[in-house]
């Protein structure tokens, strides 16, 4: 889902993307066959252990250990740990960037409003409360400060670019007399966060080693979030 998110095209994010590959021209050149692999299989070994132990904890050793390469690879492949971090969420960001839902192009055409509505968001939060979503949403928080662009660059391709397709599906229904929408962006942002804030917040500050919620429990939080969002913006609301 679109929220996942986390490759930003602007800037300083695409010019590290690129070195993270390598830019010193050795690691584009190791860019196929069994190298291929084995720098697939550092960034999943990458991406096991900054979750579990955080940017602080994860060495190179220990990325080369769990990826069963050497650290010679490991380092032909990334010059160091922040080009190893960068070139891992970038191609995150770039990853959720392919991901859909069938109901994302059909919703400004709905002439079912609250079943579409609701049917999308359950599907929206179940997506979001991914275990592996919300710790990289903690990580890319916590070193807000030493990588800006990388939690930029997630900002932009996940809540933000989410938030702009919603009010591209209320100023449609707004237009069909559907909703009330006057301000489009402040509604997409308001359906937003009625459906995730809650689940979400609370997951900042929980272990994560199972599920914090049943699928009924997120139901509910989707299904409420909707309900409230359509008390204010639905085409009977005072607005």
């Known amino acids: 889902m679109m929220e996942t998110g986390m490759r930003s095209k602007d800037g300083d994010i695409q010019a590290d993307s690129t070195s993270a590959g390598g830019a010193d021209g050795k690691s584009r050149r190791l860019g196929r066959g069994p190298s291929l692999h084995k720098r697939q299989a550092i ?3 990458a991406r096991t252990l900054f979750l579990q132990r955080g940017y602080a904890g994860t060495s190179m050793d220990d990325v080369a250990a769990h990826a069963h390469v050497s650290k010679q690879t490991v380092y032909a492949h990334f010059v160091d740990k922040t080009r190893l971090f960068t070139g891992l969420i970038t191609g995150d960001i770039a990853d959720s960037k392919t991901s859909t839902h069938p109901l994302i192009a059909a919703m400004p055409h709905s002439d079912h409003v609250e079943r579409d509505l609701r049917d999308f ?4 939060l179940a997506d979001v409360m991914q275990p592996e979503l919300l710790r990289m949403r903690r990580i890319l928080i916590g070193e807000a400060e030493r990588f800006p662009d990388l939690a930029q660059a997630w900002y932009q391709a996940g809540p933000k670019r989410s938030c702009a397709v919603f009010a591209t599906w209320f100023q449609a229904l707004d237009e069909r007399g559907l909703l009330r929408v006057p301000d489009p962006m402040l509604a997409a942002q308001h359906f937003n966060w009625l459906i995730l804030s809650i689940p979400v917040n609370m997951a ?5 080693d199972g599920p914090i919620f049943t699928r009924r429990e997120l139901n509910h939080y989707a299904d409420e979030g909707v309900r409230v969002f359509l008390a ?3 085409p009977t609301a005072n607005v």
């Open 43 to 45: 960034l999943d070994a």
């Open 204 to 208: 900042m500050s929980v272990p994560l």
């Open 232 to 234: 204010a913006y639905g």
């Open 121 to 124: 968001a359950r599907a929206h």
